[in-house]
């Protein structure tokens, strides 16, 4: 398999993934997050299919991802405490899904013998950088309230 064909794979599989995580969250607005994701992966895979048949090239600039769009018409949810572990796991994993896609995106990128597949590989590692980026803080708003802060007077502390 060449490194085409496995981004394809790893692309699908992350579209397969986040649209498993939206069916178990059809309950609460984490849906929307992970549909939005389960899409944004599946347009990834086109886009390479199509750059392997050599039909386009990179993608326009209102391809890219925007995720205010993503959170703007969300309304407020509250979550039962038992969830925020679940919560965790999941966000823990996209994060692990999200940086292999970025070093085998990078990895290709190194390999990539003309300009037309560099920029469509440094757009897709923008692309999942920007993914990373919103785990990462979806995970640290999760994990922060199950944070223990001692007295502020003892010790350096990270500002909220």
């Known amino acids: 398999m060449d490194m085409l064909d496995y981004a394809i794979n790893m692309e699908l599989e992350g579209k397969e993934y986040y649209e498993k995580q939206a069916e178990l969250n059809k309950g609460n607005m984490l849906y929307v997050v992970f549909t939005f994701l389960a899409n944004q992966e599946r347009i990834h895979a086109d886009i ?6 050599n039909k386009r090239e990179v993608p326009a600039d209102n391809e ?8 703007s018409d969300l ?12 919560q965790l796991d999941v966000y823990r994993f996209a994060l692990e899904i999200e940086e292999k896609s970025i070093k085998v995106y990078e990895e290709m990128y190194e390999k990539a013998d003309n300009e037309e597949d560099k ?3 440094a757009f897709l590692i923008e692309q999942e950088k920007a ?3 919103m785990f990462n ?3 640290t708003l999760v994990r922060r309230p199950e944070e223990w802060i001692e007295s502020p007077e003892f ?3 990270e500002d909220y």
């Open 48 to 53: 390479l299919m199509r750059r392997k048949d």
């Open 64 to 71: 890219k991802l925007e995720i205010k769009s993503l959170f």
């Open 75 to 86: 309304d407020d949810f509250k979550t039962e405490v038992s969830v925020i572990g679940k």
């Open 119 to 121: 920029k469509l590989l």
């Open 131 to 133: 993914h990373y980026e």
């Open 137 to 139: 803080q979806l995970e």
């Open 155 to 157: 010790g350096l502390r």
